[in-house]
């Protein structure tokens, strides 16, 4: 990651900048869920950033589920380092499984 480095907290909201933040973000985001993240393809878009599918489970620190959905993360490089990342949504997905709609079963 570049010093500046510009990510999402997907948890809190907002944006992080820099190491440090991100670092802070994760170790709070880390004590809180457990996350699996696979990513299931990798795409160059036009710009020259990285799409990356990614299947996400996102669960409390007792195990049950709080999230299961995919997204995009995509990453813009500086060098070989990244410089940003941002989370998008699939909002077209019809499996897409969030806790708003695992309350409706």
């Known amino acids: 990651m ?3 480095v510009q990510w999402p907290n ?8 820099g190491r440090a933040s991100v670092r802070d973000y994760w170790i709070r985001q880390w004590a809180q869920l457990r996350l699996s993240l ?4 990798f795409r160059e878009r036009g710009d020259g950033r990285i799409e990356v599918a990614v299947r996400l489970v996102a669960r409390d620190p007792g195990g049950s589920v709080l999230a299961r959905e995919e997204v995009r993360h995509v990453y813009e ?6 410089r940003r990342m941002q989370v998008e949504q699939y909002d077209d997905r019809p499996n897409r499984v969030t806790v708003e709609s695992l309350s409706d079963i």
């Open 2 to 4: 570049t010093a500046d």
């Open 10 to 17: 997907g948890w809190e909201g907002g944006h992080l900048d």
């Open 38 to 41: 696979a990513p299931v393809q």
């Open 77 to 82: 490089f500086e060098g070989r380092l990244v």
